[in-house]
């Protein structure tokens, strides 16, 4: 039978009350984490509290619920403007993109000439 005295019981007893405590933190701000997805907070707490350190893992892994639907209502937004597919978004770019490129290469070869004049000659 081994004997251990009120010192080292008294050692693994805070050792575990500091253990819980962080993990209590930690689970908690797991489960914010968890919320800001899309999933219920209460029930992610007790998992991250529970499973430690592969709840946190899974949270991370876990899909944005919240970003899916905003990015749903984008689409469904700008199907009912009447865009329907990439295609059409390409054809009305086109045009303005063409002028903006154009644009840009007039301003940078006007540039590049003015670039070298203030530079001393050899």
Not at 18 to 42: C, H, P, Q, R
Not at 46 to 60: N, Q, R
């Amino acid at each position: 039978m081994y004997y251990y005295n009120s010192t080292m019981i008294w050692t693994y007893v805070i050792i575990l009350v500091v253990y819980f405590i962080l993990n209590g933190v930690l689970a908690s701000k797991a489960s914010d984490v968890a919320n800001d997805k899309g999933y219920e907070k209460k029930k992610w707490f007790h998992i991250c509290f529970w499973l430690g350190p592969v709840a946190y893992i899974i949270i991370a892994a876990m899909p944005d619920k919240m970003l899916r639907e905003q990015l749903s209502q984008l689409f469904a937004s700008i199907n009912d403007a009447g865009i329907t597919s990439k295609e059409s978004i390409k054809k009305s770019d086109n045009a303005s993109a063409r002028k903006e490129t154009a644009a840009k290469k007039a301003s940078t070869q006007n540039t590049n000439s003015t670039k070298y004049d203030d530079l001393p000659s050899l």
